[in-house]
């Protein structure tokens, strides 16, 4: 196995009543960004979906402790997106005797969050070898500038002669 396997975790609100196309907006604020900086975001976030996906963001994070026993502050929002759910459909009373269809939307709110890969420590770096170096070149020369030629004067006027 060439690369060690990243745990994920996932929560997942499913027939949250809101329109999907208002959730997505606030879930493209918080993909990408570490735990504590996507709930300062969504604290901050006046929309009404920002409550519900702050809940899913505090579940998974609780999902990360309890069953996997990571550290919820080091995690990191590798995916946040929103799904349609179903439209529930009712009717509503109009003028003369008609009445209208109301469509209320539903959304599925997934958030996965990630542990964020430790960079390993670098290496001591060998000495160099002095036998085996490439000989230094010397800098190129600077060419000489090529000279412009003299910009030409216009013919001066001839002056006429008064009578």
Same mark, same amino acid.
């Given at each position: 196995?060439?690369?060690?396997?990243?745990?994920?975790?996932?929560? #997942? *609100?499913?027939?949250?009543?809101?329109?999907?196309?208002? *959730?997505? !907006?606030?879930?493209?604020? /918080?993909?990408?960004?570490?735990?504590?900086?996507?709930?300062? #975001?969504?604290?901050?976030?006046?929309?009404? *979906?920002?409550?519900? /996906?702050?809940?899913? !963001?505090?579940?998974?994070?609780?999902?990360?402790?309890?069953?996997?026993?990571? &550290?919820?502050?080091? !995690? #990191?929002?590798?995916?946040?997106?929103?799904?349609?759910?179903?439209? /529930?459909? &009712?009717?509503?009373?109009?003028?003369?005797?008609?009445?209208?269809? /109301?469509?209320?939307?539903?959304?599925?709110?997934? #958030?996965?969050?990630?542990?964020?890969?430790?960079?390993?420590?670098?290496?001591?770096?060998?000495?160099?070898?002095?036998?085996?170096?490439?000989?230094?070149?010397?800098?190129?020369?600077?060419?000489?500038?090529?000279?412009?030629?003299?910009?030409?004067?216009?013919?001066?006027?001839?002056?006429?002669?008064?009578?």
């Amino acid at each position: 196995m060439a690369a060690a396997e990243r745990q994920e975790v996932r929560a #997942v *609100a499913k027939w949250v009543r809101m329109s999907p196309r208002k *959730a997505r !907006l606030v879930t493209e604020h /918080i993909r990408g960004r570490s735990v504590p900086e996507a709930r300062t #975001v969504l604290a901050f976030t006046p929309r009404a *979906a920002a409550r519900e /996906i702050e809940k899913v !963001l505090r579940s998974a994070v609780a999902n990360a402790e309890a069953n996997h026993n990571l &550290r919820g502050d080091e !995690l #990191v929002v590798s995916a946040a997106f929103v799904d349609e759910g179903p439209v /529930i459909k &009712r009717f509503r009373a109009r003028a003369r005797g008609r009445g209208v269809q /109301i469509q209320k939307p539903t959304c599925h709110i997934t #958030v996965t969050l990630v542990a964020p890969e430790r960079a390993p420590e670098p290496a001591e770096p060998e000495p160099a070898k002095e036998a085996t170096a490439a000989p230094k070149r010397k800098p190129a020369a600077k060419k000489p500038a090529a000279k412009k030629p003299a910009a030409k004067k216009a013919p001066a006027k001839k002056k006429e002669a008064t009578v």
